[in-house]
Antibody, heavy 126, light 111 residues
Framework: QVQLQESGPGLVKPSETLSLTCTVS??????????WSWIRQSPGKGLEWIGS???????YSNPSLKSRVTISLDTSKNQFSLKLSSLTAADTAVYYC??????????????????WGQGTLVTVSS | QSVLTQPPSTSGTPGQRVSISCSGS????????VNWYQQVPGMAPKLLIY???QRPSGVPDRFSGSKSGTSGSLAISGLQSDDEAEYYC????????????FGGGTKLTVL
């Protein structure tokens, strides 16, 4: 069964760029059925979708974060990554990677997320 | 302010049936399916219902979903103590070149 695991720094300074990696095991990120996705959750708050990338490079991002978000895939390592720039304290959150499903083969939408990684807490502080 | 609107909290007693609503608009729930996630404190969210009313394997049939117009609903029957969790709805939104939107979450307390 597919498993995802996030890795990256737990503490990042304001104005810097966060880099996180998600390692996928038990399945290929080159699959035609999935969008590889990032979702975050600020302390005590709800879920916020960050963005998703298809194996062809098609990417969708949260309009409120779009200018700061870069998602990339490394098929040789079966990993995908998130870069979030110009960090502020508001970016402090648990960051989850997840496998997103295309909606019944339609690749111009991102459907449900399953499974999710365990999450990694990122604190933005000087 | 979340794009999808959920009640902040609900409660029920063991064995009872509870429902959680998720209100959206024509560009999200009105056009696309609703998905539901369960998050137990300290854990990652887990997919509960996808495409309005489909259950992934392993999810008990006590959980069911439905959609009508621009609103979705999650029902839990035969409430159990370990159903106590936060529940989130989500959907694809066709506006702004397309993006995923979540509800603000509903805290279910089993009394």
């Amino acid at each position: 069964q597919v498993q995802l695991q996030e890795s990256g720094p737990g503490l990042v300074k304001p104005s810097e760029t966060l880099s996180l990696t998600c390692t996928v095991s038990g399945g290929s990120i080159s699959s035609t059925s999935y969008y590889w996705s990032w979702i975050r959750q600020s302390p005590g708050k709800g879920l916020e979708w960050i963005g998703s990338m298809y194996y062809t490079g098609r990417t969708y991002s949260n309009p409120s974060l779009k200018s700061r978000v870069t998602i990339s895939l490394d098929t040789s390592k079966n990993q995908f990554s998130l870069k979030l720039s110009s960090l502020t304290a508001a970016d402090t959150a648990v960051y989850y990677c997840a496998r997103g499903f295309t909606i019944f083969g339609v690749v111009t939408m991102v459907g449900w997320f399953d499974p999710w990684g365990q999450g990694t807490l990122v604190t933005v502080s000087s | 302010q979340s794009v999808l609107t959920q009640p902040p909290s609900t409660s029920g007693t063991p064995g009872q049936r509870v429902s959680i609503s998720c209100s959206g608009s024509s560009s999200n729930i009105g056009s696309n399916g609703v998905n539901w996630y369960q998050q137990v404190p300290g854990m990652a969210p887990k997919l509960l219902i996808y495409s309005n009313n489909q259950r992934p394997s392993g999810v008990p049939d006590r959980f069911s979903g439905s959609k009508s117009g621009t609103s979705g609903s999650l029902a839990i029957s035969g409430l159990q103590s370990d159903d106590e969790a936060e529940y989130y709805c989500a959907a694809w939104d066709d506006s702004l070149n397309g993006h995923v939107v979540f509800g603000g979450g509903t805290k279910l307390t089993v009394l």
